[in-house]
């Protein structure tokens, strides 16, 4: 099998958050994973283009929740869930981090 | 923002830009985490963290969009890119863009405070419905030809309802009356005035009141009662026992910021008593007579028709009209105040406008390149005026809200201090109105920015921008210096006037006042049914001198010391021939001692004057009576009361008392034994000398009310702080000029150091070569400073001629100092002359210290 095409390591961010979730994150909570995990502030804009963008390339795989409570006005969540393709493509990227990582232990030091 | 149309808007803006599938689980996800927010961090922040969140989802779209489908960009994108650009240019040079902002921020923060301030005196209408067609009807007479024959009847109020081709609606009120009651609370005194059945109406006033409860003919006695914190206790339907023996209904209330039709906020009555017309026109021997009314004008009819209309009805008669608009009554003499006030705040408006203005045109310097380079890449005219504008919009923006903040402070604090005539027509505050005069200042920075700047940048556009980079273009230098001196100018005209005030502040509080201001005087009415005895002030006296801390304890009569009050008419005296008419005052033994005041000769009164035998005068009044005398030969000097048959010497001097006001003139005064009031009406005002500075106030209620419990306390505290209160209108009036002054110069000298520094950066190089070359660090110095101080100087100069000018319009404001003191002016020259001197020297020794070998290594 072809090795999937390499993540940004936002991509990678975003692919991670949902693993996480199990397959049941939404917008919001992927984003509160992402902000809680790395330490940063992040643009909800850019988080939702990349969750997008991660579907078209089938990595990601949404549906969407059937109605929603008061809270929502009513409205619907649109849930994520890592497909097969974007497991191996996490794999992928974060054993090729590894290797390139592999040796630098004594001048980085543990992570 | 209502909740729905909040979502209506993030919900537009989702729909045009997020692909249709996407936008309900979106705004879904909004809503859930804007609720969490909003109860965990209140509404101002959930609704920040709501505009950023779907700020940053629209961006993101709309330039993934354009990046997918190769859309061209729009305006709203070039629109974007310069805000971007903008933000980070200001937040790579943040001394810069913090000296603009806090420049911005002063003007429009204090130019906001004082329109908020000014605001009901100068545009707000008053609160009352159609309050343009409200005026004020004054019929006044003298009684003198009231009582001639033929002169007619009392005027009725029918005569103006009557009118109805000038009037929709007649009310009239009388005089100020005051009731007292018995609330579970103890004694309470309101302070009310009589009006008509439709008074309320006419107003169009909001109040809780039944129908009926102004109807005079009413059996009950009724108030209708303002809330407040004194009348906090009073409930409507509340029936309360009077002191006359009766009961007293509360028939209603009033709004707590209600605004009684008088000018005076002193005398704004704590309750309305229904009354009938005929009661509010009262005759006394030799007293000048008034009725008052206000009226609704018929929408056709003007005020000069309606005085001219009433003038032709009661021309007969002794009755003469006056009619005014209610708005120029209530406005009174605030209102030239106010304009006043907000021409110098708009001028310290535009010296912070300038200042901006020649900071921006500064940084162009420095963007002559960028500029060319734009130019060069296709940017047209359009473009560099829309990075202008944004630029200045965005510090015009981060300035007005950090004004409008600033203004909020200073609004808390002004209306601490501010005289009760200041904020009479309503408390000034922040609202949508003042925002919005902030946000019309900003815009008018905004277009007065953009002229400036734009000839500024315009080497740029004429492809001489790397000529440019080493010396200013002429126009740009003109500009610069213009801006300079003009605001150099107004600082001047400022300070002037402030030095001018804080002068006559200075003056006004290191006089003698006659008197000790630590003394505490407390004002008390004690009940009109009986006339007061001497006896009983003896009592109350004799208590306060055995409080604890209490050194002595004294009286004087009311209607002459620090109060609101008037005594009509007086004793006749007689001295060599001349008759004079002089209301005397009447002091216990020991008064001058507990007050302070000097007997410059002769003896004080004693427990063994009476009557008319010994009498004290004042060093006025001896120097009217018995012109270049000394005080010690008036002693002994007799003088005939009213018919000549009883008569009275003069046994002591006193000295002058500023007891009316402290910019007053002291006044004549005869001050002889007290025995009973001067007027049941009246005051007594107790004097306490303290020994420790001890506070007396609860006991010495309390020893006033053991000696008579209907009593009521009018006021208490330090003669100091009464005597405050008579000037407290001029003292706020320095205040702000002051802080005008203060802020003018300051905004002055931060332009100057911006500007200094400006030069010092842009002649880097040369400075460096003629150090290289040996040149003096003083010669080097001269260089930097010379446009900016001459510019400052001449302005300043300028300034000066022009503040002794306007010194003039302000002269009644001056207390024993002349519009061109030359002092004043002198001491306001040197301190702008040193502010310039230090604004100029610290940004041009800061230039000096460049190393020559790196300047000329980094050109």
Redesign the interface.
């Known amino acids: 099998m072809a090795s999937p095409a390499p993540l940004g390591e936002f991509e990678l961010m975003v692919l991670m958050a949902a693993l996480h979730l199990a397959g049941d994150g ?3 909570a992927i984003l509160e994973v992402l902000e809680r995990r790395s330490g940063r502030r992040l ?4 988080v ?2 990349t969750l ?1 963008r991660l579907e078209e390339k089938g990595l990601l795989a949404s549906r ?1 929740s059937a109605g ?2 008061p ?3 009513g ?4 849930l994520f869930r890592v497909t097969p393709a974007g497991t191996r493509a996490i794999k992928h990227s974060l054993g090729m981090l590894a290797r390139m990582f592999r040796g630098l232990e004594p001048v980085l030091g543990e992570i | 923002m209502q909740p729905d149309r909040r979502w209506r808007v993030v919900h537009f803006w989702l729909r045009r830009y997020l692909p249709p599938q996407r936008i309900e689980p979106t705004l879904g996800d909004l809503m859930e985490e804007h609720a969490t927010r909003l109860d965990a961090g209140g509404r101002v922040r959930a609704a920040v963290w709501l505009a950023r969140e779907t700020l940053s989802l629209v961006l993101a779209y709309r330039a993934h969009t354009r990046a997918t489908t190769g859309a061209r960009r729009t305006r709203l994108d070039r629109l974007h890119a310069d805000v971007i650009h903008a933000a980070r240019g200001l937040r790579a040079r943040p001394a810069a863009a913090g000296g603009m902002v806090g420049v911005l921020a002063l003007g429009v923060g204090l130019t906001t405070a004082v329109f908020a301030l000014a605001d009901p005196f100068l545009f707000r209408p008053l609160p009352y419905a159609a309050p343009d067609r409200l005026v004020a009807i004054r019929l006044a007479a003298d009684t003198g030809r009231l009582d001639a024959p033929a002169q007619g009847r009392d005027p009725r109020l029918e005569d103006l309802e009557s009118r109805s081709d000038l009037f929709d609606a007649v009310a009239a009120y009388g005089e100020r009356q005051d009731v007292r009651l018995s609330t579970p609370g103890g004694a309470m005194l309101l302070k009310t005035v009589r009006v008509s059945a439709d008074f309320l109406d006419v107003l169009g006033a909001r109040a809780h009141v039944a129908p009926d409860a102004l109807d005079p003919g009413s059996p009950e006695r009724r108030v209708i009662v303002k809330a407040g914190s004194q009348t906090a206790s009073l409930q409507p339907g509340m029936l309360l026992p009077d002191h006359d023996g009766g009961h007293v209904r509360v028939a209603g209330m009033l709004a707590s910021d209600f605004l009684f039709p008088i000018p005076r906020a002193a005398s704004q009555p704590d309750a309305l008593v229904p009354s009938r017309f005929g009661a509010m026109v009262t005759r006394e021997p030799g007293r000048t007579m008034f009725v008052t009314a206000i009226a609704r004008l018929r929408p056709e009819i003007t005020p000069d028709a309606a005085r001219a209309a009433l003038r032709v009805q009661f021309g007969a008669s002794a009755w003469s009209p006056t009619v005014q608009p209610l708005a120029a009554l209530m406005r009174g003499t605030l209102r030239p105040l106010a304009l006043g006030a907000l021409g110098a705040a708009v001028l310290i408006m535009i010296v912070c406008a300038a200042n901006v203005v020649n900071l921006v045109i500064a940084r162009s310097a420095y963007r002559t390149r960028e500029f060319a380079t734009r130019e060069a890449l296709g940017a047209s005219r359009g473009d560099l005026l829309r990075l202008i504008v944004v630029e200045l919009g965005a510090i015009a923006v981060l300035g007005v809200a950090a004004g409008v903040g600033l203004a909020h402070v200073t609004l808390g604090v002004v209306t601490q201090v501010a005289p009760a005539e200041y904020v009479a027509l309503g408390q000034p505050a922040i609202t949508l109105r003042t925002g919005a005069f902030a946000m019309l200042l900003g815009i008018a920075v905004v277009l007065c920015g953009i002229v400036p700047a734009w000839i500024a940048w315009r080497p740029a556009r004429s492809g001489r921008a790397y000529a440019a980079r080493s010396s200013d273009a002429r126009h740009v230098r003109t500009l610069r210096v213009l801006l300079v001196a003009g605001q150099s100018a107004t600082a001047m005209i400022l300070l002037v006037g402030g030095t001018l005030l804080a002068r006559s502040h200075v003056n006004l509080w290191t006089q003698d006042y006659g008197f000790d201001p630590t003394v505490r005087v407390l004002s008390v009415r004690f009940p009109d049914e009986a006339p007061l005895m001497s006896e009983e002030v003896a009592s109350v006296i004799e208590r306060l001198g055995r409080l604890p801390g209490a050194v002595s304890a004294a009286a004087t009569s009311g209607g002459t010391f620090l109060d609101d009050y008037t005594v009509l008419g007086g004793a006749s005296i007689q001295v060599g021939g001349r008759h004079l008419l002089l209301a005397p005052r009447q002091v216990t033994p020991g008064f001058f001692t507990t007050a302070g005041t000097s007997m410059l000769a002769g003896r004080s009164l004693t427990p063994a004057d009476r009557g008319w035998n010994a009498l004290v005068v004042n060093e006025a009044l001896a120097s009217r009576l018995w012109p270049g005398r000394t005080p010690a030969d008036v002693v002994g000097e007799i003088v005939a009361v009213g018919d000549g048959r009883t008569v009275g010497e003069i046994v002591g001097v006193v000295q002058n008392m500023h007891d009316r006001a402290l910019d007053a003139p002291p006044p004549g005064v005869l001050f002889k034994p007290f025995e009973t009031a001067a007027s049941r009406f009246l005051p007594v005002h107790f004097v306490v000398r303290l020994g420790d500075g001890s506070d007396v106030e609860t006991a010495a209620r309390r020893a006033i009310a053991a000696v008579n419990p209907a009593a009521v306390v009018l006021s208490s505290g330090s003669l100091g702080e009464r005597l405050a209160g008579t000037v407290s209108d001029r003292s706020f009036v320095t205040l702000i000029l002051t802080l005008f002054a203060i802020a003018g110069v300051g905004v002055t000298a931060s332009g100057l150091v911006g500007i200094v520094a400006f030069i010092g950066a842009r002649r880097t190089r040369e400075i460096a070569i003629r150090m290289a070359l040996g040149a003096r660090s003083r010669h080097v110095r001269v260089v930097v400073v010379r446009e900016a101080v001459l510019a400052a100087a001449g302005g300043a100069v300028a300034g000066l001629v022009m503040g002794r000018w306007a010194g003039r319009l302000m002269e009644h404001h001056l207390y024993g100092i002349s519009p061109g003191d030359i002092a004043s002016l002198v001491m306001a020259g040197l301190a702008m002359l040193g502010v310039v001197g230090l604004a100029a020297w610290i940004p041009a020794n800061r230039a000096l210290k460049v190393s020559p070998a790196d300047a000329l290594r980094v050109e």
Do not use: L, M, Q, V
């Not at chain 1, 643009?43 to 850019?46: H, P």
């Not at chain 1, 409205?75 to 649109?78: D, N, V």
């Open positions: 939404h917008g919001s643009s909800r804009g850019a939702y283009i997008d969407t929603g409570p809270s929502r006005g409205r619907p969540k649109r």
